[in-house]
T-cell receptor, first 115, second 111 residues
Framework: DTAVSQTPKYLVTQMGNDKSIKCEQN?????MYWYKQDSKKFLKIMFS???????INETVPNRFSPKSPDKAHLNLHINSLELGDSAVYFC??????????????FGPGTRLTVL | AQKVTQAQTEISVVEKEDVTLDCVYE???????LFWYKQPPSGELVFLIR??????QNEISGRYSWNFQKSTSSFNFTITASQVVDSAVYFC????????FGTGTSLTVIP
């Protein structure tokens, strides 16, 4: 029944490694997102993606890349992890359209710790 | 410029006190939506309310109430008779062509 799920919930890794976080939504939404929440609790959008368009926040390093095998999945790949990448990453989905309100449905978050 | 401003970074209240969390937004769209989310210490983001720009009626849900005023571009959130379980970070958000979060207000309710 989980609407938006993410795995893993916790991820601890060494600097320089490459890692992925998976996200799946079963709401039939057309758009998915990745957010980063830093230690000050600021929620920053990293990407939004539907089957037509990927919108990248220009401040996101190109070490971060979203990969969408299908409409229900948007995985986040991170190359060459750095200490500053430690944060909680939230996946979200929404239905975007003239009659939709774009309400974001969030996954439970993935706490990434880079050592 | 910040699209959603939550000027209160941290608030502490004693249990049973009322508390209002402020939210001011900026948009040129006539159609938009406003939201409040709660993030308890466990970390998940919990949806609280959605309001569209054409509905200025205030809403009450139990101890929670929301005051939407287009004239001042504000969408304030009041918790009446606060409880320890209300301790959380609360985010206001605006949806127009994109979705914008405020920086959050951390509420601590002291027993």
């Amino acid at each position: 029944d989980t609407a938006v799920s993410q795995t893993p919930k916790y991820l601890v890794t060494q600097m320089g490694n490459d890692k992925s976080i998976k996200c799946e939504q079963n709401l039939g939404h057309d758009t998915m997102y990745w957010y980063k929440q830093d230690s000050k609790k600021f929620l920053k959008i990293m990407f939004s993606y539907n089957n037509k368009e990927l919108i990248i926040n220009e401040t996101v390093p190109n070490r971060f890349s979203p990969k969408s095998p299908d409409k229900a999945h948007l995985n986040l790949h991170i190359n060459s992890l750095e200490l500053g990448d430690s944060a909680v990453y939230f996946c979200a989905s929404s239905q975007v359209g003239t009659r939709a309100n774009n309400e974001q449905f969030f996954g439970p978050g993935t706490r990434l710790t880079v050592l | 410029a910040q699209k959603v401003t939550q000027a209160q970074t941290e608030i502490s209240v004693v249990e049973k006190e009322d508390v209002t969390l402020d939210c001011v937004y900026e948009t040129r769209d006539t159609t938009y939506y406003l939201f409040w989310y709660k993030q308890p210490p466990s970390g998940e983001l919990v949806f609280l309310i959605r309001r569209n720009s054409f509905d200025e009626q205030n809403e009450i849900s139990g101890r929670y109430s929301w005051n939407f005023q287009k004239s001042t571009s504000s969408f304030n959130f009041t918790i009446t008779a606060s409880q320890v379980v209300d301790s959380a970070v609360y985010f206001c958000a605006l949806s127009e062509s994109q979705f914008y979060f405020g920086t959050g207000t951390s509420l601590t309710v002291i027993p």
